[in-house]
């Protein structure tokens, strides 16, 4: 027993535990639900009844055993690759974003930490700085898949997906600038901590959303362009390029593709979450002293999960609401309008900053 | 000729320019058609084709039907009316002669190709005895073969119901399916040799 305590203590190993307690149990099955909540969310928006007709005998369970039908079609489809096709450049496509998008929570905490442990894979000092190196990977993602096709369509989307990622990244940065300087850090757990303060004695939270509302805006915003979801999906494109740039393909690399855009919104979620809503703190719990440990710990897991939910519908509801921007508006609306708004941002909460302190 | 030029107008300005209020507007609709449907699914629109079906109006051309006459008896005194009407030229009927003699002729045979048909509804028209009907509700047959589609005289009569019949004699009296024309017509003094 003592043994098994002490190898799972090396950090190695632990962070190899927590690295698959929070991916398998938290990123990935999210991300595989979301897959037909949003169908069936969508289904609800628009009057209609969604995907019901999967079963075994009579058993349905409202459509939840489309995801075991979807898991089975895209592991016996054929896995195509077209003619003329890279090979390789092919084959590891689809991995990036997977990767990119999964590499996220890797900084994200799901709850605060009771002495040496952390509920959290990692908290190195660069923290958000991490995340923007990691989201830009994603894009790689995209436009390998566009190149390494050998079809038209799919190198138009590659092509769209990259101009726009890259032009979103720009002040993605910017919009997280005011954050880092209210808080003072970029390490995750700094700007968490930093959101447990309160104005007016307890009365509000200093949650992000509060001191930074327009960087909430543009980073939100940003984060939505780079997940390539609607009403940013010119890189995908359905009335135009078809499918963009995972057009050419079939079963589990397709499902790939699908599960990455999931897991990145899962993603945006537990980020927006973090940054800008106080993270796993629950708000004025500080006012209830002597709460058992255990108690507050079950409490922040379940209010960072809520919130997590909340914006992953969120992002659902946006896009099943929002029109598509043709690919020049997408283009305009990030360097006409939300640079320059980011970089007023930035210049404006640096005089209040300096004002006030 | 100069080209005709329509100016489309545009909603400019700061309302627009911000695109929230637009967002918030259409937030605001999708959000309470969600939770209405979240609990209940009160607006869903949708028909759950096999287990529901939609209200089929009295008109509507379906699959065909012999109807019975009050004796029970299938109606049809094969007079080749809607045979001869019909475009597609799919009814395919043989006249035989009826035991009872008040009854004359009868349909033997009686085919309707069902995947020829095009549903106008003439034969209907044509028949003088309202024979065949179209106002079955069954709008849609779907089977594997080409064979199923030609439906029989037995499959497409009325189902026998004797409390609706007051001369139940011929109820459900087994019409023969003659295998010659002598039986069919023991009656007749043969067909005249052309
Ligand atoms: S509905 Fe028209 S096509 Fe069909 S059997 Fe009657 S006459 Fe012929
Ligand atoms: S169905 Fe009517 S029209 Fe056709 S043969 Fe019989 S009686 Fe004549």
């Known amino acids: 027993m003592e043994l098994i305590l002490e190898i799972i203590m090396i950090p190695a190993v632990l962070a190899t535990i927590k690295i698959l307690v929070i991916i398998l149990m938290f990123a990935m099955p999210l991300g595989t639900v979301l897959t037909l909540m949003e169908r069936k969310w969508s289904a609800m928006i628009q009057d209609r009844v969604g995907p019901n007709r999967a079963n075994i005998g009579k058993f349905t369970g409202h459509g939840a055993l489309h995801l075991a039908a979807d898991g089975l079609k895209s592991i016996f489809k054929e896995d195509t690759m077209p003619k003329g096709a890279d090979g390789f450049l092919y084959f590891i496509a689809p991995f990036f974003g997977l990767i990119a998008g999964v590499a996220t929570f890797a900084i994200i905490p799901l709850a605060g930490p009771i002495g040496d442990f952390t509920f959290q894979v990692t908290d190195i000092e660069?923290?958000?700085?991490?995340?923007?190196?990691?989201?830009?990977?994603?894009?790689?993602?995209?436009?390998?898949?566009?190149?390494?096709?050998?079809?038209?369509?799919?190198?138009?989307?590659?092509?769209?997906?990259?101009?726009?990622?890259?032009?979103?990244?720009?002040?993605?940065?910017?919009?997280?600038?005011?954050?880092?300087?209210?808080?003072?850090?970029?390490?995750?757990?700094?700007?968490?901590?930093?959101?447990?303060?309160?104005?007016?004695?307890?009365?509000?939270?200093?949650?992000?959303?509060?001191?930074?509302?327009?960087?909430?805006?543009?980073?939100?915003?940003?984060?939505?362009?780079?997940?390539?979801?609607?009403?940013?999906?010119?890189?995908?494109?359905?009335?135009?390029?078809?499918?963009?740039?995972?057009?050419?393909?079939?079963?589990?690399?397709?499902?790939?593709?699908?599960?990455?855009?999931?897991?990145?919104?899962?993603?945006?979620?537990?980020?927006?979450?973090?940054?800008?809503?106080?993270?796993?703190?629950?708000?004025?719990?500080?006012?209830?002293?002597?709460?058992?440990?255990?108690?507050?710990?079950?409490?922040?897991?379940?209010?960072?999960?809520?919130?997590?939910?909340?914006?992953?519908?969120?992002?659902?509801?946006?896009?099943?609401?929002?029109?598509?921007?043709?690919?020049?508006?997408?283009?305009?609306?990030?360097?006409?309008?939300?640079?320059?708004?980011?970089l007023a941002n930035v210049v404006v909460t640096a005089f209040v900053i300096l004002a006030f302190a | 000729m100069e080209l005709k030029v329509k100016k489309v107008q545009r909603l400019d300005g700061v309302r627009e320019a911000f695109y929230f209020p637009a967002i918030f507007s259409g937030l605001r609709l999708t959000v309470k058609h969600f939770w209405r449907n979240l609990f209940g699914s009160k607006d869903v629109v949708t028909i759950n084709y096999p287990e529901e079906k939609r209200h089929v109006s009295e008109r509507w051309r379906g699959r065909h039907r012999l109807t019975r006459n009050d004796n029970g008896f299938l109606s049809c005194v094969a007079c080749y009316m809607c045979e001869t009407v019909c475009p597609s030229k799919c009814i395919h009927i043989e006249a035989g002669e009826h035991p009872d003699l008040s009854v004359e002729k009868y349909p033997v045979v009686f085919n309707i190709d069902e995947l020829r048909c095009v549903f106008c509804g003439l034969c209907v028209e044509a028949c003088p005895k309202d024979a065949i009907r179209m106002d079955t509700g069954i709008i849609s047959m779907a089977y594997t073969s080409r064979e199923t589609f030609d439906f029989t005289r037995d499959l497409l009569r009325d189902s026998y119901d004797p409390k609706a019949h007051s001369n139940p004699k011929y109820g459900d009296y087994d019409l023969p399916s003659p295998s010659s024309q002598e039986e069919a017509l023991p009656n007749s003094q043969g067909v005249p040799a052309t």
């Not at chain 1, 939270?205 to 390539?228: N, R």
Request: hydrophobic letters at 50%; aromatic letters at 18%.
């Open chain 1, 126 to 342: 660069p923290g958000l700085l991490f995340i923007f190196a990691i989201t830009s990977l994603s894009v790689y993602g995209a436009v390998l898949a566009g190149t390494s096709s050998n079809s038209k369509f799919a190198l138009l989307g590659g092509t769209r997906a990259s101009a726009q990622m890259i032009s979103y990244e720009v002040f993605m940065g910017l919009a997280l600038m005011g954050i880092f300087m209210v808080y003072g850090t970029t390490r995750v757990s700094g700007i968490v901590d930093g959101q447990n303060e309160y104005w007016f004695g307890s009365l509000i939270p200093m949650w992000g959303v509060f001191t930074q509302p327009l960087g909430f805006v543009l980073f939100f915003t940003a984060l939505v362009a780079e997940t390539k979801r609607a009403p940013f999906d010119a890189p995908e494109g359905e009335s135009e390029i078809v499918a963009g740039y995972f057009l050419e393909y079939s079963g589990m690399r397709w499902s790939a593709f699908m599960l990455a855009e999931y897991v990145a919104l899962v993603g945006v979620a537990s980020l927006i979450t973090t940054l800008f809503f106080g993270g796993y703190h629950v708000p004025w719990l500080h006012l209830w002293e002597g709460a058992p440990q255990w108690l507050v710990t079950i409490l922040q897991v379940i209010k960072f999960s809520l919130f997590t939910l909340f914006f992953c519908w969120f992002q659902i509801q946006l896009r099943w609401t929002v029109p598509k921007f043709r690919f020049d508006q997408t283009m305009a609306l990030g360097w006409k309008k939300l640079l320059p708004l980011s």
